[in-house]
């Protein structure tokens, strides 16, 4: 069955300073996505990136950047210069494409909190 | 381009009353997910279709839940009748393909059980 771990339940750091939040996955498939949701206070859930399994180049956009190890099973999110605007909480997901279905599995989520 | 629709965006009933919320999503899109989301949870998935198809309702509580997208197009998840562990919020999701592509959510229905 696949599981998506999210340890850190709440971060808090003052804006400006850099960030990274954790996410380890369990699936036995060997085709699967991953992807990061930022959800505002407004409670909807905005895409933030989609990675596939075979995909492990880090990618960076702005002052978002996304690592992948599939030696660790982690696909870690860093938000460089931290705004007041980034206070979310963000969740990891996964999807295993190698059945028909391929609803999101959802961490818990990672609170963060940006302090002016 | 229109979002995902969802209404009613607030609802308080009483247990073991029934409720209903609707969804429409994104046009085009032949893929529907509806999750649960309870406080301080992620979002779990109830169900999902592929135009009026489902493709997975394994985490669906049938003895209360129900689900339908006759047309294909829009879909209304149903619970009767409904318990006090049903709060939560309902999330509708659609994308236009399977797994390969982002899925756009609504700003989802607050259900509170009394």
């Known amino acids: 069955a696949q599981k998506v771990t999210q340890a850190q339940t709440e971060i808090s750091v003052v804006e400006k300073e850099d960030v990274t939040l954790d996410c380890v996955y369990e699936?036995?498939?060997?085709?699967?996505?991953l992807f990061w949701y930022k959800q505002p206070p407004s409670g909807e859930l905005v895409f933030l990136i989609r990675?596939?399994?075979?995909?492990?180049q880090n990618e960076i956009s702005g002052r978002y950047s996304w690592n992948f190890q599939k030696s660790t099973s982690s696909f870690n999110f860093t938000i460089t210069a931290s705004q007041v605007v980034d206070s979310a909480v963000y969740f990891c997901?996964?999807?295993?494409?190698?059945?028909?279905?391929?609803?999101?599995?959802f961490g818990k989520g990672t609170h963060l909190i940006i302090q002016p | 381009e229109a979002g995902v629709a969802q209404s009613p965006r607030y609802k308080i009933i009483e247990k073991r009353q029934s409720v209903a919320f609707w969804c429409n999503p994104i046009?085009?899109?032949?893929?529907l997910y509806w999750y649960q989301q309870i406080l301080g949870q992620g979002p779990k998935l109830l169900i999902q279709?592929?135009?009026?198809?489902?493709?997975?309702d394994s985490q669906l509580p049938k003895d209360r839940f129900s689900a339908e997208r006759l047309k294909g197009v829009d879909s209304t998840l149903k619970i009767q009748p409904a318990k006090l562990e049903d709060s939560a919020v309902y999330l509708c999701?659609?994308?236009?393909?399977?797994?390969?592509?982002?899925?756009?959510f609504g700003q989802g229905t607050r259900l509170t059980v009394v």
């Open positions: 997901a996964l999807s295993e494409a190698g059945r028909g279905a391929d609803g999101l599995t």
């Open positions: 046009s085009g899109h032949a893929t």
């Open positions: 699936t036995r498939d060997t085709t699967y996505y």
């Open positions: 279709f592929q135009n009026n198809g489902v493709v997975d």
């Open positions: 999701a659609s994308s236009d393909d399977r797994g390969s592509t982002e899925a756009f």
């Open positions: 990675r596939n399994s075979f995909d492990e």
